[in-house]
T-cell receptor, first 116, second 115 residues
Framework: QQQVKQSPQSLIVQKGGISIINCAYE??????FPWYQQFPGKGPALLIA?????SEKKEGRFTISFNKSAKQFSLHIMDSQPGDSATYFC???????????????FGAGTQVVVTP | EAGVTQSPTHLIKTRGQQATLRCSPI?????VYWYQQALGLGLQFLLW???????NRGNFPPRFSGRQFPNYSSELNVNALLLGDSALYLC??????????????FGPGTRLTVL
């Protein structure tokens, strides 16, 4: 059961363009939303994360937009570069001490290809 | 500083056998997480260990088990292997224990193939 739904499955964008990946979640107990970047043959690496008390967080060319009422969040990659070509995963986690404390739910991933 | 290491890199087993996967966290990290990455399904949370105790587990059957040793390294055991257990198994470690918003650092994974 995929509690975090991610789209699109794949994305091709030209160098300099904007890549947008969307995620939707169901469990309102989630209160931490990170994005991970994974290159072939490597484990995922944390890219940027947000908590639901803010609607946007920006780090360099990467921005998370968060819509709590819609239970959606998205990753924007501005000025996309060929080196950004990777698989991106959204995730959601429960920080409060409940039965789901600490559990991570990941999206299925989006393969991004940035063409020169 | 050495990153998270996992062994073996590849593991081939037959149905019904047991598989043992190992993980060494970054020095100073006390929490270890295990994930299953099957094709097209993203990462599925398996287990979380901190200070030698299992803190939480994902929706996997009991034949997926593990432990954390006093040196904080960890072992994942999968019993009675099924073809569907074929996947990349990723280990991650973090330094802040029960502060569950801390950054997780992932290892390169163990590719388990069940024939």
């Amino acid at each position: 059961q995929q509690q975090v739904k991610q789209s699109p499955q794949s994305l091709i964008v030209q160098k300099g363009g904007i890549s947008i990946i969307n995620c939707a979640y169901e469990n309102t107990a989630f209160d931490y939303f990170p994005w991970y970047q994974q290159f072939p043959g490597k484990g995922p690496a944390l890219l940027i994360a947000i908590r639901p008390d803010v609607s946007e967080k920006k780090e360099g060319r990467f921005t998370i937009s968060f819509n709590k009422s819609a239970k959606q969040f998205s990753l924007h990659i501005m000025d996309s570069q060929p080196g950004d070509s990777a698989t991106y995963f959204c995730a959601a986690r429960v920080l409060r001490k409940t039965d789901s404390w600490g559990k991570f739910q990941f999206g299925a991933g989006t393969q991004v290809v940035v063409t020169p | 500083e050495a990153g998270v290491t996992q062994s073996p890199t590849h593991l081939i087993k037959t149905r019904g056998q047991q598989a043992t996967l190992r993980c060494s966290p970054i020095s100073g990290h006390t929490s270890v997480y295990w994930y299953q990455q099957a094709l097209g399904l993203g990462l599925q949370f398996l287990l979380w260990y901190d200070e030698g105790e299992e803190r939480n587990r994902g929706n996997f059957p009991p034949r997926f088990s593990g432990r954390q040793f006093p040196n904080y390294s960890s072992e994942l055991n999968v019993n009675a292997l099924l073809l569907g257990d074929s996947a990349l198994y990723l280990c991650a470690s973090s330094s802040m224990g029960l502060n569950v918003a801390d950054t997780q650092y992932f290892g390169p994974g163990t590719r388990l193939t069940v024939l």
